[in-house]
């Protein structure tokens, strides 16, 4: 709904001519709201900003909030939301900050009981829940950001690829092993093996509580996208219970080098590279 030219002038002015009050009354009524989790001086500085520049879209005339002269309070309201999402305030704790605005309205119109002032009022609270729908529509959209970003950190960090020694790198897989995840240690394995130069790769799934068809796949492609980068896979961490599945799903592995643990992974890898391993022998008694 956007207000008349009447309306808008009538809202700039009243905001204009009570503009301390309004802007101490906003402030203390947010306030309130977010309990002291934000210091009064950077809330009073919001509130001042969302004051002009709902004041500057209403001089405007004809005050619609998607109109081209309420940009500036568009982005006002836009920042406000981000600031907050990232600040890990709630979306009805950032609305509550637009939508104090009304109750500041009404303390300054409940006065003037003529059919004008309630006119207005109603048109003023209309246009307030259009601000606070846009603001918590903002608020959404950079939570889901922020989710999404997130998101991608902890698979990054789920999925390392480190180097052992020269020749030899390792992916210790924790959890679950599904396509998204698969894909990015797809990535990051090619990428490290670009880098190092690395011949030999060990995939090591004892972090991983069960396989299956699908699991297996994920970990079969990546051993053909590594064989295309001229690296050999040896998968360690075939535990009992998983050889079992394995079995009996009918999963082949072909020529692929299986090993129970990362240990015997990496004795493998060293007879393949032709470095002897020492056995400690039992000293003798003199």
Known sequence: MALSAEESGRLAGLLDEHAE??????????????????SQAELRRQVQELHRAVIEAARGGGFDLESESAGELRAVLAELSR???????????????????????????????????????????????????????SF????????????????????????IWEGVVAVPLVGT??????????????????????????????????????????????????????ADCIISGIRPQIAQTIVALGIEFGDIATKASLADALRHVLRLTGVETARRQPRRES
């Open 21 to 38: 009050r309004i802007t101490q009354r906003w402030t203390e009524l947010v306030g309130a709201s977010l309990r002291g989790r934000l």
């Open 177 to 230: 092993l599904d396509s998204a995840r698969a894909q990015v240690v797809m990535e990051r394995l090619l990428q490290t093996l670009v880098d190092t130069g690395s011949p030999y790769a060990i995939i090591d799934i004892t972090g991983v509580p069960a396989v299956d068809t699908q699991v297996a796949q994920h970990i079969l492609k990546t051993v053909v996208a590594a064989r295309l980068m001229g």
């Open 83 to 137: 600031g907050r999402a990232r600040q890990g305030f709630t979306a009805t704790e950032t609305a509550i900050s637009v939508y104090a605005l009304k109750d500041v309205l009404l303390e300054l119109l409940e006065a003037d009981a003529t059919d004008t002032a309630l006119r207005d009022y109603v048109a003023f609270s209309s246009l307030v829940d259009q601000m606070g729908l846009f603001t918590f529509e």
């Open 140 to 163: 959404v959209r950079t939570r889901e950001s922020l989710i999404a970003d997130q998101a991608e950190q902890l698979l990054e960090l789920s999925t390392p690829v480190v180097k």
